[in-house]
């Protein structure tokens, strides 16, 4: 099958922008405001969250501006290098997750870092919402998105393998979106509803065998805490309650920019990271909390929208994939810190501080406005 | 497979079902977002005030301030109860993670018992999560030092400084001062657990606890923020402790340790009160113990070892030991013939032989002045030899013509039978007998030989040493009654409660002739055989003012009919008790003294000496004084 992609290669070595410059600059104004507001948003909800710490602002507003650079950059390719480079991206990021099994670096029980010498520390599981999108959308799109009984296997195993990585950090938040991801990737483009049945009758008879032999017992206390938090209230219940309580502590407008007393007298953990929303909910209240989630929405679905003018299988099922995981680490996000789901560790996409999520989130947005709009693409 | 193939636009067999999967995504994600919504509207706007108030108890934490107590001074400015200001380790409960490691720590630091640890361990079960369990008190400047020096290496142990309270005078105001206790989890659920947040200790017998609501002060408390590890970060408000109230004692220090003094080491007690206005000057109960052991966290071990002691040193004889009141209470059943009329100072019974029969009854009821061959008998007895003789014989015809109830109505008017003490922690009421008592205590009627036995004060009757001493106050004052009081001042109002009103029924003549008779007990000398005041021998020949008085001598066990009481050939424990009571001037009394020692023979001879002692002090103080 791969004869037609070595026929393009040398036409695209030559044509690697879609375009040269200043002709057809490629880019999505609706995307990119949304997304700068949100960006502005989180900068100045994270000053207060880093408790108005200047150099802390300064290395995330670097990082974003990182970001910005790797969104402009990706938007600029062309869907043909995507297409070609997939199984590239794809190895690579294996690598790096083989990588940090190995030579990770562990932080509050999990092993989801590489501190590579000459790179600030990342975690290779943030780039699958680039490169399981990619290899996923590749596959189908060779297979003509006509599937065999074999290619259900090779799919499975294709995504099984990153996620199975990811889960042994393990991360299992991150894990279970991905695999939630690359599903409602198999939806969108159509996939027979009866395998669904057939993947969701398999996840109900492995439950119990993964909750009973393959989840550790501290990942079960922290489902159990989660419907329970007071159960525990100074180790696993801690943070559930102390989130809530900012949340709920902030009312209608909340208490004022750097005025939360939970996030400002550290009884709210991780504030700055992954439990920034509550920041949000205690200082600004209930209003700037919808109407930040109004934005995330927005983003999601423009991205879905411009996924849909995808004129190929490819462009669509990239461009859906990286909009759905994207909207799922807010989901997941948002919904461990007001205590409907266990608290696994995810950023908020764009806002929480930290360098690989901000990096990548970004240049998966890059990534979604090249394959859905580069047209001249599908004209050969 | 060719290029084209690979760069498919959507194959336009998906393309309907695509354009209704992204549609249905997009109504999902927005449900999802509305989900949130719900969630977030629930805990901002719905549970809102729940949070709120939680998010403030949170940063706001009040501290609560414990008053020094308040001091306690005896009559002259002598400090009785003070506070002391001692440096301590402590831990605070929820930082301790194994108590192993704990001990393993502070025994790193100081000796520490086996008894310490038990103790600890006790308290730290018992404490609330955030509370301060101390580790041991009274550290000296070495132990001080070095925990100091080394205590950063074990971040949960702290070295404080605590208020303890303190006793100086140790075993000579035990019985009067009493102690404090540390607070219990079970004290908590009696007191007003406000005011004793924050407060360790209690009173716990005697003027502490008595006075308990004046010496504890008012708490304080501050309000404070503070971060997620309970670090104070700034102070919001404070309301200042209020130091507990000072309490002036009738008390007088160096009565007290003459008093104790006179007692020496045998087992009873010393009353003395100001008749003029019912003070208590001192107030002695032997054995004693040092109230500061209760103080410092060893209560559990000492108080075994005191508790055990077969002398009972915790015991307050003075306030609580009851003892049958001997011939002390003749002078008072005498007032109480003169009041019912069946006898006046004229009449005079014969006993020639020390004996007295009931009619129709054969037993014989015997003067202590019996004996074997028949010649203990003291002749003529009128009402004031009986007094300064003490005949039983008088009183065993007068017991046969009055009424038990008719006493016992008398008696009651002099306290017998009751606590009439204002402020005396846990004073004993005594028991002052009737029909009716006999019948709810024995189950039986009054018989005459009941009476026989009560008119020589060795029946049902006990008084206990502050009920003599109360009696010795009733006869200085002529009647007059002052109840009898601990407390001089107090920095704080009290309400100690109103005076009794005077006996009734009994002339001012009468009053007069009886403490003229009192006197002679004390100062009827070299008159002859059978003619001398009882206690004359003993204190009265070379005594400088005039002092009335009355002996008791009570037996504790039955002597069998027919024969001599030879304490010879009885055990310490079965000997008698002595008895005596007195105030002194005669004219203008400024004291009256009751005594009362176990096992410790005759009244005149035993008892009257120590009271004497105690009034001579107190007189010469008040000579030394009046001189400059």
């Known amino acids: 099958m791969n004869e037609g992609l070595g026929g393009r290669s040398t036409r695209a070595h030559h044509h690697f922008f879609s375009g040269s410059y200043g002709q057809t600059f490629k880019f999505d104004y609706v995307l990119i405001t949304l997304t700068l507001l949100l960006i502005a948003f989180g900068l100045v909800v994270l000053y207060s969250a880093l408790g108005q710490n200047w150099s802390g602002l300064f290395n995330q507003a670097i990082r974003l501006f990182l970001g910005l650079g790797c969104l402009l950059f990706a938007s600029q390719l062309r869907v043909s290098t995507y297409y070609r480079w997939a199984p590239t991206i794809y190895a690579g990021t294996i690598l790096l997750l083989f990588a940090v099994e190995i030579f990770g670096v562990s932080s509050k029980g999990s092993q989801r870092w590489l501190d590579l010498p000459g790179l600030p520390s990342f975690q290779p599981s943030e780039f699958l919402k680039i490169s399981l999108p990619l290899i996923v959308g590749w596959y189908l799109a060779t297979r003509n998105f006509k599937l065999k009984s074999f290619d259900y296997l090779a799919l499975i195993l294709i995504v099984g393998l990153p996620t199975g990585l990811v889960f042994l950090q393990p991360d299992y938040g991150t894990a279970l979106i991905l695999l939630i991801g690359v599903a409602v990737m198999l939806f969108l483009v159509g996939l027979r509803?009866?395998?669904?049945?057939?993947g969701l009758a398999l996840v109900v008879v492995s439950a119990p065998i993964i909750w009973n032999f393959v989840f550790r017992k501290y990942h079960r206390e922290r489902i159990i805490t989660l419907f329970n938090p007071e159960r525990d209230p100074l180790n696993a219940g801690w943070n559930i309650i102390q989130s809530k309580t900012a949340v709920g502590s902030g009312g209608l407008t909340g208490k004022g920019l750097f005025e939360g007393t939970q996030s400002h007298l550290d009884f709210l953990p991780e504030g700055h990271t992954d439990f920034i929303i509550a920041v949000i909910g205690e200082e600004l209240g209930f209003v700037w909390c919808v109407a930040l989630l109004s934005c995330y929405l927005l983003i999601f679905s423009r991205l879905m929208y411009l996924s849909t003018t995808a004129t190929n299988g490819f462009g669509y099922v990239v461009g859906t994939g990286i909009t759905v995981i994207f909207f799922g680490y807010v989901i997941v996000n948002v919904a461990m810190v007001l205590g409907l789901?266990?608290?696994?560790?995810?950023?908020?996409?764009?806002?929480?501080?930290?360098?690989?999520?901000a990096i990548t989130t970004m240049a998966a947005f890059g990534v979604a406005l090249a394959v859905c709009t580069h047209k001249q693409d599908l004209e050969k | 497979m060719s290029t084209k193939r690979a760069y498919d636009p959507i194959p336009s067999t998906l393309s309907k079902t695509v354009v209704y999967r992204a549609s249905s995504a997009a109504v999902v994600a927005t449900v999802f977002i509305l989900l949130l919504v719900a969630r977030l509207f629930q805990l901002q706007i719905v549970e809102h005030e729940r949070y709120a108030t939680h998010a403030a108890d949170n940063r706001l934490t009040t501290q609560t301030i414990p008053p020094p107590r308040g001091l306690v001074f005896d009559r002259h400015g002598n400090i009785l109860a003070s506070n002391r200001i001692v440096p301590s380790l402590a831990v605070i409960k929820e930082n301790v993670d194994d108590v192993d490691t704990l001990l393993m720590n502070v025994r790193s630091l100081v000796d520490f018992s086996a008894t310490e640890e038990s103790s600890l361990r006790k308290h730290l079960e018992d404490a609330d999560s955030d509370a301060k369990v101390i580790i041991k008190r009274h550290l000296n400047d070495e132990q001080l030092a070095i925990a100091a020096v080394n205590r950063h290496q074990f971040g949960n142990i702290l070295v404080i400084t605590e208020i303890l309270r303190e006793y100086p005078l140790k075993e000579l105001t035990s019985h009067v001062v009493g102690s404090v206790r540390q607070v219990t989890k079970e004290d908590l659920q009696q007191l007003d657990p406000v005011r004793y947040r924050g407060t360790k200790f209690v009173g716990r017998r005697g003027v502490e606890k008595f006075y308990e609501d004046v010496l504890h002060g008012d708490i304080g408390h501050r309000q404070v923020e503070v971060n997620a590890s309970g670090r104070v970060l700034s102070q919001i408000s404070e309301q200042k402790a209020k130091r507990g109230g000072t309490l002036t004692l009738h008390l007088d220090i160096e009565l007290q340790r003459v008093a104790d003094e006179a007692l020496g080491d045998r087992r009873g007690a010393v009353v003395a009160i100001d008749p003029k206005t019912g003070g208590v000057l001192a107030l002695v109960s032997k054995p004693s113990y040092d109230p500061n052991v209760f103080v410092t966290g060893l209560e559990g071990k000492e108080f075994d070892r005191l508790s055990t002691r077969a002398d009972a040193p915790l015991f307050n004889r003075a306030t609580q030991g009851k003892y049958p009141p001997g011939s002390t209470i003749k002078p008072v059943l005498g007032m109480a013939g003169l009041a019912a009329g069946v006898i006046d100072w004229e009449?005079?019974?014969?006993?020639?032989?020390?004996e007295f029969q009931l009619p129709g009854n054969t037993y014989i009821y015997r003067d202590w002045n019996w004996s074997k061959n028949g010649t203990g008998g003291q002749g003529q007895v009128d009402l004031f030899r009986s007094i300064y003789r003490s005949s039983n014989i008088y009183y065993f015809h007068?017991?046969?013509?009055?009424?038990?109830?008719?006493?016992?109505?008398?008696?009651?008017q002099w306290g017998y039978g009751r606590n009439t003490s204002l402020d005396i922690q846990d004073a004993d009421v005594g028991i002052l007998p009737s029909t009716t008592w006999k019948k709810e205590n024995k189950d039986d009627s009054w018989y005459p030989g009941d009476s026989m036995n009560f008119v020589i004060g060795q029946g049902f009757t006990l008084v206990t040493p502050l009920q003599l001493a109360t009696i010795a106050t009733i006869f200085a004052n002529r009647g007059k009654w002052v109840r009898p009081r601990l407390l001089l001042s107090s920095e704080r109002p009290v309400d100690l409660g109103q005076n009794f009103p005077p006996v009734q029924g009994v002339a001012e003549s009468d009053w007069e002739r009886m403490i003229e008779a009192l006197t002679a007990v004390v100062h009827r000398g070299h008159k002859?055989?059978?003619?001398?005041?009882?206690?004359?021998?003993?204190?009265?020949?070379?005594?400088?003012?005039?002092?009335?008085?009355k002996s008791g001598t009570a037996q504790v066990v039955a002597i069998p009919q027919g024969e001599e009481y030879d304490e010879e050939l009885l055990p310490e424990d079965q000997r008698k008790h002595a008895l005596f009571f007195g105030f002194a001037p005669v004219h203008d009394p400024v004291i009256a003294v009751a005594t009362v020692i176990e096992n410790g023979g005759g009244g005149s001879e035993f008892a009257a000496p120590v009271v004497r002692r105690v009034i001579d002090s107190f007189m010469a103080d008040i000579v030394a004084t009046s001189d400059e």
């Open chain 2, 398 to 412: 007068l017991g046969a013509v009055v009424d038990i109830d008719t006493f016992a109505t008398f008696l009651g």
């Open chain 2, 528 to 549: 002859g055989y059978l003619q001398n005041g009882l206690a004359w021998f003993h204190i009265g020949m070379d005594i400088p003012y005039q002092m009335a008085g």
């Open chain 2, 347 to 354: 009449l005079e019974f014969e006993d020639p032989k020390g």
């Open chain 1, 193 to 198: 509803l009866r395998w669904f049945a057939v």
């Open chain 1, 341 to 357: 789901l266990p608290v696994v560790g995810l950023p908020l996409p764009l806002v929480s501080y930290g360098g690989s999520s």
